[in-house]
């Protein structure tokens, strides 16, 4: 019985320090790019039938953190990218400055639109708690 | 420290001062870049001028080029008004920059209506309109969607609301998303006018 409620003690101790690491610790990004790559050879893995998902229905992006969407085609044919037609070879930068969902008609997928929603900073403590917690879940 | 490694040091500074200055550059615009920019593919269609209008004859002038129909009760009309608050603000600067509204309604858009139709935002704002055919390969060479869509005894078009920025030189250099501010288009107009 002790033993268990030491247990407990320890997992409730941790887990606290985990949150309160969450919440103290300031987020950080090496790049605020958020960067998909069509790779070489993708419009013949099409025209071969394969299903080849290249950009997520739902793009998470955070003002400050990540929150510039960067688009290349590497393949060898033009290609509808989420919202602009791409030459091979061509990159395309998207930077977002204000928090918003937005919508853009993308053939490259099923539903045909591709959403982008961006987050404020996360610069409460609590806030920066919820963004790590939801952050994780989407990873997970 | 020997003259090779000095060598490769200011090389390093030099390529980080370029990268640095590639992503000031990228950053400081409102709109999304493409990069390598490529050459905007050129047409020739019906103005709401009474005369033809090929893209071309705007080189040495900032263009906006936008899709949309008159019809249209959602996207256009706010990008449109945007557009004529964007004009206003630009000032004397409107005159080196030219706004292009392409319809994806070859049908019901005749010059005459798109003429009322923009004019009653700014009479600056052209547009232009063509066969199906005609408007069909705009769209394709600018990877821009219309869908026709059934609407009672009518229909509409779900349509791309993004705009194309095409600098002085005749290639499109960026794409700005629908809900853009005009102080967003006046900001990247004003950039590219001063290259």
């Not at chain 1, 409620?5 to 090496?30: C, D, F, K, M, R």
């Not at chain 1, 602009?84 to 099923?110: K, V």
């Not at chain 2, 209008?53 to 249209?72: E, N, P, T």
């Not at chain 2, 704002?125 to 009672?152: F, H, M, N």
């Amino acid at each position: 019985m002790r033993i268990r409620t030491q247990l407990l003690v320890v997992l409730a101790v941790t887990l606290l320090g985990a949150l309160t690491w969450a919440a103290l610790e300031p987020l950080n990004s090496a790049s605020r790019e958020h960067v998909f790559v069509i790779p070489k050879g993708t419009w013949a893995r099409r025209m071969a039938g394969q299903k080849v998902a290249i950009l997520p229905d739902h793009i998470h992006l955070t003002l400050g953190l990540h929150d510039i969407l960067v688009l290349r085609n590497h393949d060898e044919v033009p290609q509808i990218f989420g919202p602009t037609l791409m030459m091979p070879g061509q990159s395309f930068t998207l930077p977002f400055d204000r928090p918003a969902t937005y919508q853009f008609a993308c053939t490259a997928h099923a539903s045909g639109q591709m959403t982008i929603e961006v987050e404020p900073y996360p610069a409460t403590a609590l806030a920066r708690l919820v963004w790590r917690v939801r952050a994780l879940l989407r990873a997970l | 420290m020997t003259p090779k490694v000095l060598g490769k040091l200011v090389l390093t500074l030099l390529l980080a001062a370029g990268v640095a200055g590639a992503t000031a550059t990228s950053g400081s615009f409102k709109s999304g870049l493409f990069d390598p920019p490529r050459p905007a593919p050129d047409f020739t269609l019906k103005g709401t001028t009474g005369q033809p209008v090929r893209l071309s004859q705007y080189r040495g002038k900032v263009v906006l080029l936008a899709f949309g129909y008159s019809h249209c009760l959602s996207v256009c009309p706010i990008t449109l008004h945007t557009f004529a608050q964007a004009l206003r603000q630009l000032g004397p600067a409107a005159e080196r920059m030219q706004i292009l509204y392409v319809t994806v309604d070859a049908q019901r858009d005749t010059p005459a209506r798109l003429k009322t139709f923009v004019g009653s935002f700014d009479p600056r704002i052209i547009g232009v309109t063509g066969t199906e055919l005609q408007l069909a390969q705009v769209r394709k060479d600018y990877g821009v969607s219309a869908t026709k869509i059934p609407d009672g005894d009518s229909y509409m078009y779900d349509h791309s609301s993004f705009i194309y920025l095409i600098d002085r030189a005749g290639r499109i250099r960026a794409l700005m998303p629908y809900g853009h501010p005009p102080e967003d288009f006046v900001h990247d107009v004003r950039l590219l006018l001063g290259e």
